[in-house]
């Protein structure tokens, strides 16, 4: 079993599906967890389950927040950051030619530039204790393109792409960052497909079947260990076979 008692770790999105399901695998193997996210209720009922977490509201869209939020939650876990799990972000789906600059610029300013600006700051936090762990969650369509996803499929690609410059950056510092790119996972948000479509998906995995949230969650536990303490700038693709690098 991994062992992580007493790491600090911070989860943007926690709220979601894929984000309770990392809490759940963090708290279990001994970290100490501050989940954040933008639904209070969702954090509330995270809090209850796992009395242990510590909970902080926070919409990583809030740019000119971000190095607040950095500082606020790393004096909650006691004062230094082990770990970092950028696994918040959000789409919104149109065709290219339909696809305001104002789409664009809200999906790249949402998943990438926050992702960066949080690991920038976590990074600032990891170089005084000389070392540290970023895991930042892309998506495997991020690598294969995707129908009406332009902005969002270039902000997960942009993730990935950016994780390796700062992995060469601050490899000697001791600080590792990786990436996790799943597939189609079983959420709230893929039980919402049409039949069809769901169908569709399936046909193109090879195991057949959707992902299920401790699956991401187990690979992040991996990448939060010293276990991958020789693992850097790589990503970690979550989907079933749906696409081999």
């Given at each position: 079993?991994?062992?992580?008692?007493?790491?600090?770790?911070?989860?943007?999105?926690?709220?979601?599906?894929?984000?309770?399901?990392?809490?759940?695998?963090?708290?279990?193997?001994?970290?100490?967890?501050?989940?954040?996210?933008?639904?209070?209720?969702?954090?509330?009922?995270?809090?209850?389950?796992?009395?242990?977490?510590?909970?902080?509201?926070?919409?990583?869209?809030?740019?000119?927040?971000?190095?607040?939020?950095?500082?606020?939650?790393?004096?909650?876990?006691?004062?230094?950051?082990?770990?970092?799990?950028?696994?918040?972000?959000?789409?919104?789906?149109?065709l290219?030619?339909?696809?305001?600059?104002?789409?664009?610029?809200?999906?790249?300013?949402?998943?990438?530039?926050?992702?960066?600006?949080?690991?920038?700051?976590?990074?600032?936090?990891?170089?005084?204790?000389k070392?540290?762990?970023?895991?930042?969650?892309?998506?495997?369509?991020?690598?294969?393109?995707?129908?009406?996803?332009?902005?969002?499929?270039?902000?997960?690609?942009?993730?990935?792409?950016?994780?390796?410059?700062?992995?060469?950056?601050?490899?000697?510092?001791?600080?590792?960052?990786?990436?996790?790119?799943?597939g189609f996972?079983k959420?709230?948000?893929?039980?919402k497909?049409d039949?069809k479509?769901?169908?569709?998906?399936?046909?193109?995995?090879?195991?057949a079947?959707?992902?299920?949230?401790?699956?991401?969650?187990?690979?992040?536990?991996?990448?939060?260990?010293?276990?991958?303490?020789?693992i850097?700038?790589?990503?970690?693709?979550?989907?079933?076979?749906?696409?081999?690098?």
């Open positions: 079993m991994i062992d992580l008692k007493d790491k600090n770790i911070i989860v943007t999105g926690a709220s979601g599906g894929i984000g309770n399901s990392i809490v759940e695998k963090l708290v279990e193997s001994g970290a100490n967890v501050l989940a954040s996210g933008t639904k209070v209720e969702k954090l509330e009922e995270l809090k209850s389950k796992f009395n242990k977490i510590k909970i902080q509201k926070f919409d990583i869209s809030q740019n000119e927040k971000i190095e607040e939020f950095i500082d606020k939650a790393t004096s909650s876990l006691g004062g230094f950051l082990d770990c970092i799990v950028n696994n918040a972000g959000t789409t919104q789906d149109n290219a030619i339909r696809m305001s600059i104002d789409e664009w610029k809200k999906i790249i300013d949402i998943n990438l530039t926050s992702t960066f600006l949080m690991s920038k700051y976590a990074i600032k936090k990891m170089l005084k204790n070392k540290g762990k970023i895991i930042n969650i892309s998506s495997v369509v991020g690598h294969t393109g995707n129908l009406g996803q332009a902005n969002y499929t270039a902000s997960k690609a942009g993730i990935v792409a950016m994780s390796k410059s700062l992995a060469i950056e601050y490899a000697k510092k001791n600080i590792n960052i990786n990436c996790i790119s799943p996972i959420t709230a948000m893929t039980e497909l039949a479509i769901k169908e569709l998906i399936i046909s193109k995995i090879p195991s079947r959707l992902g299920k949230p401790e699956d991401v969650a187990n690979a992040v536990l991996f990448l939060a260990s010293s276990h991958s303490d020789y850097n700038g790589e990503t970690l693709h979550v989907n079933g076979g749906m696409y081999m690098a």
